[in-house]
């Protein structure tokens, strides 16, 4: 019974002199660091939301009602605001950012290729308040002044016309909606094109041997190759359009309630949270707000959660096959 | 966790700043007396340089939950504490008055740069949305010179909680019986029309670049930018336009403070009163156990009272009424 504790010491001994056990212990310390801190995360947000939980149960989910003076909450008008702002987004950054992705990684000469890869991710990096300001100066006017009324003018037979109906007050769901799509789609083009980029060369080369044109390679064999990938990148674009703040509070309107036009002003969840959250005066009224956070916590959890794995899943199928 | 956490920051924060024989106070609350706190800090360190306050102006609600929690001396708000709220305090916070302010309406509609009249229902039949033109017949009656067009009302409040919406809610459920049992008063209501803006600027910023749109900003902030503001029907039927005499008058003619120096001042009685204006209060535990901090912070309130109300008029607020500056100062013995 000695011998095997006598035996492994100069084995341990070398493992971690060699640093193989060292590092794995602390590589792995960080790893579950992250866990711990999510886990907490979501520990302290459900800890802190219990008030809240336990009066309006799942009717929180549903109701419209959000009145700080008689105490009474419910979190539709901001899902609703949330999920339509970054569909709307995402209408308009999914085609632009694969289009714009595969023009850098197919078409595009190599050195004008890196140049605008090298713009998409400064523009990546620009802060959303920044965003915000520009839209606030520019996009809400010449939204206020020229497009909204042209949609209403273009929009203006049914069953169209509710969604483009009222005043034109420039900012609204749809002002929001393309902000977070310009916030969106630097991420969108940058995953896409390293999709695009992860197909394997053999695959064109095929493809233009069989006599297909330069577009039709593109088109119906490269694409479908890196779909994956490219929807990994539109959900990663999604979740980032979910839990945009500053910019979004400042465009859209922070109106509590649900309004059938996209041009009415409306709320997202994170919005109302950082207006609210500071000045909460009461228990409750904090608590809701906390609820909302777990709220938008699970849906881009959610959402994060499947672009890993479809980013994962497409990574491997063209590792093995290159 | 948390909560214990952030003390033991600011608390680490202040045996990091201190020297050795000076006397560190922490408050947070209201932004609107904040650049008349900031300089009566300033200059109250000039002449006791043993007495450093650190303000945080982050809000009124802000304000009340951190004096709640512990982590601060004192807080500060333009909406003084409800009983539950006092209820909630391990020890009972004491109100002090400090200054006074108004609220002002202000307006962009091309065609009437200045002299927009308006009375208290039809404000709230604005913000309630039951009045949506500007044409309408309701303002009409009260700027029959004014050539009103033809235009949507743009109705823009404000998004987060803040003491000023306090004020404005009160007011309006003061002026209309449908706003109160509609919509109420609170820092944050569910506000039945209109867009929502953080903050003064927010707001100030939105009326000012969207034509036909009204709003609502402190008094201060709208002479320091330079906005139009417009003139309010008082409870004695006089338009009024909003300075600080007006707003002073009002608190004069109020039925004034109860016993713990709180109470509202909208709509008050008087030709000259401008009907939104309020008090703004210091929150100070009425039990202070270390004697330092006791000394400095009781030091500090007999001279903002007295002396630093001669500050206010050059800040833009307007001083005390004698008569309640004499009971705030009265009420410092009662800081155990």
Same mark, same amino acid.
């Given at each position: 019974m000695a011998t095997p504790a006598a035996d492994l010491r100069p084995k341990y001994k070398k493992a971690l002199i060699g640093g193989d056990e060292l590092a794995k212990a602390f590589t792995f310390l960080f790893a579950a660091l992250i866990l711990v801190v999510t886990v907490l995360l979501v520990l302290e947000l459900w800890r802190t939301s219990s008030p809240a939980k336990e009066k309006f149960g799942f009717g929180f989910l549903t109701s419209q009602l959000w009145n700080p003076v008689t105490d009474e909450y419910g979190a539709l008008p901001f899902i609703y605001g949330t999920v339509l702002t970054s569909f709307l987004a995402l209408l308009i950054a999914v085609p632009l950012g694969v289009g714009a992705a595969i023009y850098l990684s197919e078409l595009a000469l190599p050195r004008v290729s890196n140049a605008l890869t090298f713009l998409v991710e400064l523009l990546a990096a620009v802060p959303s308040v920044i965003f915000g300001l520009l839209a606030i100066f520019t996009l809400v006017p010449a939204m206020r002044d020229y497009v909204q009324p042209a949609l209403q003018k273009i929009f203006?037979?049914?069953?169209?016309?509710p969604f483009f109906?009222?005043?034109?007050?420039?900012?609204?769901y749809l002002t929001a909606g393309i902000i977070l799509a310009v916030m969106t789609f630097p991420f969108i083009i940058s995953v896409s094109r390293e999709a695009l980029m992860a197909v394997p060369r053999e695959q064109r080369e095929a493809a233009l041997a069989l006599g297909a044109t330069k577009w039709e390679s593109t088109w119906q064999i490269v694409l479908p190759y890196a779909k994956l990938g490219i929807l990994g990148s539109v959900f990663l674009g999604l979740a980032r359009a979910l839990g945009e703040t500053m910019a979004v509070t400042m465009v859209?309107?922070?109106?509590e309630a649900i309004h059938q036009s996209i041009i009415s002003p409306g709320y997202t969840i994170a919005a109302v949270i950082a207006n609210n959250f500071a000045e909460a005066s009461g228990k409750m009224f904090t608590s809701a707000l906390v609820e909302l956070g777990l709220v938008l916590f699970a849906l881009t959890m959610l959402i994060n959660g499947f672009a890993q794995l479809m980013i994962v899943l497409t990574t491997k199928k063209g590792a093995a096959k290159s | 966790m948390k909560k214990t956490l952030i003390a033991g920051a600011i608390a680490a924060a202040a045996i990091f700043t201190g020297a050795a024989s000076a006397q560190n106070i922490t408050g947070a609350g209201a932004t609107f007396p904040a650049p008349i706190y900031q300089k009566w800090f300033a200059d109250y360190k000039a002449a006791h340089s043993s007495v450093q306050i650190n303000y945080q102006a982050i809000g009124s609600g802000g304000g009340i939950k951190q004096l709640t929690d512990g982590t601060v001396d004192f807080g500060a708000s333009d909406m003084p504490m409800t009983e539950k709220q006092v209820a909630e305090v391990k020890v009972k916070p004491l109100h002090f008055p400090t200054v006074l302010g108004g609220v002002v309406l202000t307006y962009n509609v091309p065609g009437v740069e200045t002299g927009l009249q308006l009375s208290g229902d039809v404000v709230a039949g604005i913000f309630m949305g039951t009045?949506?033109?500007?044409?309408d017949p309701k303002i009409k009656l009260d700027n029959k010179k004014a050539a009103l067009p033809d235009k949507d009302i743009v109705v823009v409040h404000r998004s987060d909680s803040s003491g000023t919406s306090f004020v404005f809610t009160d007011y309006l459920s003061n002026v209309s019986a449908d706003w109160k049992s509609k919509v109420g008063a609170n820092t944050a209501v569910q506000w039945p029309t209109g867009l929502g803006q953080k903050g003064s600027d927010g707001v100030a910023g939105m009326v000012k670049q969207t034509p036909n749109s009204i709003g609502y900003v402190e008094l201060l902030y709208a002479v320091q930018n330079k906005m139009a503001f417009a003139d309010l029907k008082n409870a004695a039927g006089k338009y009024v336009k909003a300075t600080f005499e007006s707003v002073t008058a009002a608190a004069a003619a109020s039925k004034g403070l109860d016993k713990d120096l709180k109470g509202s001042i909208v709509?008050?009685? #008087?030709? @000259?009163?401008?009907?939104?204006s309020t008090y703004t209060w210091l929150l100070i535990p009425?039990?202070?156990?270390?004697a330092g901090k006791k000394a400095a912070i009781t030091g500090f309130l007999k001279w903002a009272l007295a002396? #630093?109300? @001669?500050?206010a008029e050059g800040l833009s607020y307007a001083p005390l009424p004698a008569g309640v500056a004499k009971l705030a100062l009265a009420q410092i013995a009662e800081i155990k």
């Open positions: 203006s037979f049914q069953p169209l016309a109906d009222g005043p034109t007050f420039g900012v609204g859209i309107g922070n109106s | 009045i949506k033109k500007w044409n709509n008050a009685p #008087g030709a @000259k009163s401008y009907p939104l009425s039990k202070i156990d270390d002396d #630093g109300q @001669k500050q």
